[in-house]
Every structure is written in C-alpha cells, then in structure tokens.
T-cell receptor
Framework: GENVEQHPSTLSVQEGDSAVIKCTYS??????FPWYKQELGKRPQLIID?????GEKKDQRIAVTLNKTAKHFSLHITETQPEDSAVYFC??????????FGKGTRLSVIA | NAGVMQNPRHLVRRRGQEARLRCSPM?????VYWYRQLPEEGLKFMVY????????ESGMPKERFSAEFPKEGPSILRIQQVVRGDSAAYFC????????????FGEGSRLTVL
C-alpha cells in the first residue's frame, strides 16, 4: 500500500520568511496530493491540492509542486504570518481510494 | 450547506463500556471515511463506506470496532469494550461521487477512556 513520508516534523520561521514542507510517496499509481492545515483542537482543513497532470499550483501565498518521477511533492508558504502557525499534513491517493497521510509538520511562525 | 457533522464532540467512557460516534456527511456526499488521530500524531485511516456498503476496512482493528452507513441516517463508528488505548480523536470525512478522494472533515469526536 501507499506510504507517505513528511519532513521536517517541526519548523520555525520568522514572520515574513518562507516555509517549505516536503513529502515523498511510494505508490506510483497515486495521482491526487492534497495538503491540510490543522489548528490546535480543530479539524483538518484542505488548503490546496494538486493532481498528477500538473507540476505546480499556486493560490495566493501558498503553492504546491509535484515531481512524479521522483515521487515527491512540496508545500511552499511565502510571506508567513503568525496565523499560518499550525500542523500541516500532506496526503496521497489514487483519487478513488482513501487518503494516506504523512505524520505532519508543526509550523511555528515567530513574530 | 452544512459541513460534515459529528457528534458527540466529546465522549468519556470507562473501560469496558461501548462508544458510539456518529457522522453525517455533507449534503450530496455519499462517501464516508473514518480516521483516528492520537495526540501529536497523524491521521490513520480506519474505514471507508458508501451507503449500506463497507468499501475498505483495512485500517480498522478486527475486534471491538465496527462501522456502518445505513440507507437512512448517519454513519456510526462503534467501539465495544473500550480500553485506554482507544482514547483518541476520531475524525469523519466525506466526499462526493464526482470528486471522490477530496475529503472534507468534521470537527471530530474526542474519546477519553478512564
């Protein structure tokens, strides 16, 4: 089955700097790669996703890149703000199978 | 359009009791997924259901755990004879037929076993 590795597990950045979180996956059949943000005590919320027919997708300050050959994808957050502090999870699936999640990255944005 | 609704939000049980967690998917969604999250850990897949059918239960323990999604009413995750190790947040998510796999999560049910 699919296995998703995520790193780093924790990340601290100064407000205004960029943050990058990386994930690798094992199943070459996976074609859907979402990212979720989870604040303390809250539900995971989908913030951006990418499908295997594109290499990059951007939405304001967040972007995701996908390298299918290397089987890795990354989340980029620019101009970080304190409200970006949360745990971020990457995930992968074949699109019609359950998502397999990484273990999460705790991002702290220091004002 | 109401999101995924889960109840109860918090549940306390003593060892050996039963826990029942309910999930109503978003309107128009027919796919339901249950995930378990331990403190400071990721989301572990448990079971995937469509109306009246279990599609994938590969992540669910074989004993004490069961799930259903009846034709009418919410999906239910049932844990019998709870043990302390069952203490966790249980999240339900739903997706539509047209975008299966794009999951929207509920607020979770936090189970504490004393």
């Amino acid at each position: 089955g699919e296995n998703v590795e995520q790193h780093p597990s924790t990340l601290s950045v100064q407000e205004g700097d960029s943050a990058v979180i990386k994930c690798t996956y094992s199943d070459s059949a996976s074609n859907y790669f979402p990212w979720y943000k989870q604040e303390l005590g809250k539900r995971p919320q989908l913030i951006i996703d990418i499908r295997s027919n594109v290499g990059e997708k951007k939405d304001q300050r967040i972007a995701v890149t996908l390298n299918k050959t290397a089987k890795h994808f990354s989340l980029h957050i620019t101009e970080t703000q304190p409200e970006d502090s949360a745990v971020y999870f990457c995930a992968a699936s074949e699109g019609n199978t359950p998502l397999v999640f990484g273990k999460g990255t705790r991002l702290s944005v220091i004002a | 359009n109401a999101g995924v609704m889960q109840n109860p939000r918090h549940l306390v049980r003593r060892r050996g009791q039963e826990a029942r967690l309910r999930c109503s998917p978003m309107k128009g969604h027919s796919h339901v997924y249950w995930y378990r999250q331990l403190p400071e850990e990721g989301l572990k897949f448990m079971v995937y259901l469509q109306k009246e059918n279990i599609i994938d239960e590969s992540g669910m323990p074989k004993e004490r755990f069961s799930a259903e999604f009846p034709k009418e009413g919410p999906s239910i995750l049932r844990i019998q004879q709870v043990v302390r190790g069952d203490s966790a947040a249980y999240f339900c998510a739903s997706s539509s037929d047209s975008r299966a796999g794009e999951l929207f999560f509920g607020e979770g049910s936090r189970l504490t076993v004393l």
